[in-house]
């Protein structure tokens, strides 16, 4: 069995979603379980409708099923077309209700938000299966909803891992042994209390690891716009290339501090429960891509990606009672817990610490509550750099040579993370294309050098 994701971008038109659909039909005797995400930008479109007034939320929804049915249209026969825009639209019409209940206040985040958002996996899931049809696939639709359950943290909620592999296990066999193929969307469930939840975004991803694991999968493949995981981001570094192999705390550091391909709890479901994750490029399926394990072989390379993070705000604290004192760190991050804000970095000194976080929505109040007892200073448009590789924790020098790359331009805070396989460091945004430019280049001189030059 083989759980197959495909994401936003693998569906963003009726040519992806039926090239998407090809690479599931060269799968068939593996035993596919397909897993989608929204088509294209769907969801920040409901986000969007779900953050406007009455009017405009409605006009976006108009809008986006407008172009949703042309797709739906584009894919399926006549014959068909009729049964899947009703379908199609059922579920705008939810999502217009949803918007209307919120009246011109929006949607806070609530069941009513997961609910609205989950509706653009409801119609890909729909959408992708009617498609499996028309190129004589069979696939069965099921309700994500119906299989994943979550606790009710709303807007990321936590799975229910035990529960979810029931239901699975009890609904997804049957199908493939009758010859059929799975599709689900990705994303969504259902909290232990009925309410709507959502797995947070890019959680399609999760799901599909969640899948892999209870069904004890060969493999789980996430299919994306990329061939793989990468040295770098290929839009900053045109000659990035895809990493043949990854472990699990390289690959969780990279999506935890800005790798664009992975959602950082995506792998641990299934690695944890020894299935390896791929990642492919579904524009170019007959690639590599990166393979993710638990323990892979050793490797000679030290670095294997440098990865950043943007709108990123620094946060100085400092108090002359924080010098031989204790519970002042406790006090601090106590402030961070009250208000839900995660923290990327921590650098203390005696009197001082400097932290970053990519949330500004509740900055005001933890400042105001840090304000108390220390002095404090918010500095936005920062970014955070982290150079990452699981060999960085046995090898001299790292930093060094990470310092001699970013000569002249200014470092505001750097840390070696307590997991050792990662070196970061925070610059002004304007600096960010440079510094991650020069880090590349620093360790991936082959991949700098101008075709034809020789090696030194």
């Known amino acids: 069995m083989l759980v197959m994701k495909f994401g936003g971008t693998s569906l963003a038109t009726a040519g992806a979603i039926e090239r998407a659909c090809a690479i599931v039909e060269r799968a068939r005797q593996r035993d596919p379980v397909v897993v989608v995400s929204a088509i294209g930008d769907t969801t920040d479109q409901l986000a969007a409708a779900a953050d406007s007034d009455l009017e405009r939320g409605r ?26 825009v009703a379908r199609v639209r059922a579920v705008f019409e939810d999502a ?5 209940r919120a009246g011109s206040s929006g949607l806070e985040q609530s069941a009513e938000l997961d609910a609205l958002l989950a509706c653009g996996e409801r119609i890909s899931s729909e959408v992708t ?22 606790d009710s943290r709303h807007g990321g909620a936590d799975a ?19 010859g059929a193929v799975p599709v689900m969307g990705g994303f969504i469930a259902t909290a232990d209390d009925g309410s709507a939840t959502t797995l947070g975004r890019g959680g399609s991803d999760f799901t599909a690891s969640l899948a892999g694991a209870a069904l004890d999968a060969e ?3 996430i299919w994306t716009d990329v061939d793989g995981v990468m040295t770098a981001d290929p839009s900053l570094i045109s000659s990035a290339r895809s990493l043949d192999v990854l472990s699990l705390l390289e690959a969780s550091e990279l999506a935890y501090f800005g790798g664009r391909v992975l959602h ?36 000679a390379q030290v670095v294997k990606s440098v990865v950043y993070k943007e709108n990123i705000t620094l946060i100085d604290i400092y108090s002359t009672r924080m010098l031989m004192a204790h519970g002042f760190l406790a006090r601090i991050f106590a402030i961070f817990e009250r208000h839900k804000t995660s923290v990327d970095m921590v650098s203390t000194s005696e009197v001082s610490v400097s932290l970053t ?33 699981e060999r960085i924790r046995y090898t001299l020098g790292i930093a060094a040579r990470v310092f001699q790359a970013l000569e002249g331009i200014h470092i505001r805070m ?21 510094a991650v430019g020069r880090v590349h280049a620093a360790f991936f001189p082959e991949l700098s050098r101008p075709p034809g030059a020789s090696q030194q």
């Open 160 to 178: 229910l891992f035990e529960v979810t592999k029931q239901r699975l296990r009890a609904a997804v066999p049957p199908v493939l042994a009758a």
């Open 414 to 434: 750097i840390s070696l993370g307590a997991s050792r396989v990662n070196v970061g460091f925070v610059v002004d945004e304007d600096h960010l294309a440079a």
């Open 59 to 84: 006009a976006i929804l108009a809008d986006l099923r407008n172009a949703t049915e042309a797709t739906a249209r584009a894919l399926v026969s006549e014959a068909d077309a009729d049964g899947l």
């Open 96 to 100: 217009a209700e949803l918007v209307g």
């Open 264 to 299: 950082p709890a995506t792998m641990h479901p299934a690695i944890e429960h020894g299935i390896p994750i791929r990642v492919l490029n579904s524009t170019r399926p007959g690639g590599r891509g990166t393979l993710i394990v638990k323990h892979p072989p050793e490797s």
């Open 219 to 221: 493999e789980v493949q």
């Open 129 to 150: 299966a009617f498609a499996l049809r028309k190129r004589g696939v069979t696939a069965t639709h099921l309700d994500a909803r119906k299989l994943f359950v979550t």
């Open 357 to 389: 976080v990519d949330r500004s929505d509740k900055l005001s109040q933890i400042l105001s509550d840090l304000g108390e007892f220390a002095q404090v200073k918010a500095t936005p448009g920062k970014a955070i750099v982290c150079v990452v590789g």
